[in-house]
């Protein structure tokens, strides 16, 4: 429950963001003729994001057990990809996620506005999608798919409150620091959905090596425990994985924490040598507005010397 109230917090609050830029610029413009339009296209995507999560979960029935495990599989393995993008993408492009979509906005707004509709239906859509997806690639089998959903709905519900109270200036969030943290987070439970996907595709048959067990503790941490039934709802915890599901998830682990460490170092990076570079002009100007302000002051034998170099005329100067 807890991983799908993550999915549904974080991409809750990448919606609900989009959706907060959209209204206040198009205020901001005095365009507020085109605010229908806006929840036309946030209602499509709400719409499409059911509709694809219905499919998902109704779509199995009358398969086959083999076919019930490929697309579980394979979808459980599409399920990583989106969300290890979005966690990548986001890390990138956070900073410039408002400029970005103004622009978007501004093109969009031409004319009758219906590009607004569009804009907000992919702009949330995309969100919608990813969390219908990952939501139920995590449903395992030791997951109860009412939790799962329950657990979402209460993230996306979070997230439209932490909105609100942004929006009007009642809190303020660190979101670099929010989607960092969330990002690592989603890493490690995409990694479990990663080895459950595995899973599935070798009992379809499509991978080799369903009955190499890489070890088992399920005498340890029996997967009908509440703390077992936990990690599993969590992280896919799996207490007798294969050595192919072991192996998926520690080079997904090994590939992807690295890479995703040194994205955000960079970007710190590069925030504390913008702050840098911003703060020394200040103190630059500060210390010419001081030098400027006090008074200008010799000491004797400077002024001495320049009264007596003022009196002695130069060589030059006779003739």
């Known amino acids: 429950m807890f991983a799908n109230y993550l999915i549904g917090l974080r991409e809750g609050l990448e919606a609900a963001l989009i959706v907060g830029i959209l209204i206040a610029y198009l205020v901001k413009i005095d365009r507020r003729d085109l ?6 296209g946030i209602g499509l995507a709400v719409a499409v ?31 990583v ?10 890390g990138r492009t956070a900073k410039d996620l408002s400029r970005n979509l103004r622009s978007g906005i501004d093109r969009a707004a031409e004319g009758a506005g219906w590009g607004i509709v569009l804009l907000a239906l992919l702009s949330v859509g995309r969100e919608g999608l990813e969390t219908a997806l990952f939501v139920w690639s995590t449903v395992g089998p030791n997951a109860s798919g009412t ?52 899973g599935d595709l070798q009992e379809a048959g499509v991978l080799p090596g369903h009955s190499a067990t890489a070890y088992d503790i399920s005498a340890v941490i029996p997967p009908t425990s509440w703390y077992g039934a936990v990690l599993g709802g969590i992280v896919n915890f799996n207490p007798a994985p ?9 080079i997904y682990m090994l590939v992807t924490l690295p890479l995703f460490w040194r994205l955000t170092r960079k970007k710190l990076g590069r925030s504390a040598a913008a702050q840098t570079s911003a703060s020394a002009p200040s103190a630059t100007a500060a210390s010419a507005a001081a030098a400027a302000s006090s008074p200008a002051t010799a000491t004797p034998s400077t002024s001495g010397r320049a009264s007596a170099s003022a009196k002695t005329p130069a060589p030059g100067d006779i003739a």
């Open 81 to 90: 990809g989106f969300v290890t993008w979005m966690v990548f993408w986001m």
């Open 49 to 79: 994001s059911l509709g694809v999560g219905a499919i998902l979960t109704f779509g199995e029935y009358g398969l086959s057990f083999q076919a019930q495990e490929i697309i579980g599989g394979g979808l459980s393995i599409v399920a």
């Open 242 to 250: 294969t050595v192919l599901q072991v192996a998926g998830w520690l």
């Open 35 to 40: 605010l229908p339009r806006v929840w036309m």
């Open 147 to 198: 939790e799962a959903l329950v657990g979402a709905v209460l993230g996306i519900l979070t997230a439209i409150a932490l909105e609100v109270l942004i929006y009007r200036g009642l809190i303020s969030i660190n979101l670099s620091k929010f989607f960092t943290w969330t990002g690592y987070a989603l890493i490690v439970v995409a990694a479990g959905v990663l080895a459950y996907g595995i």
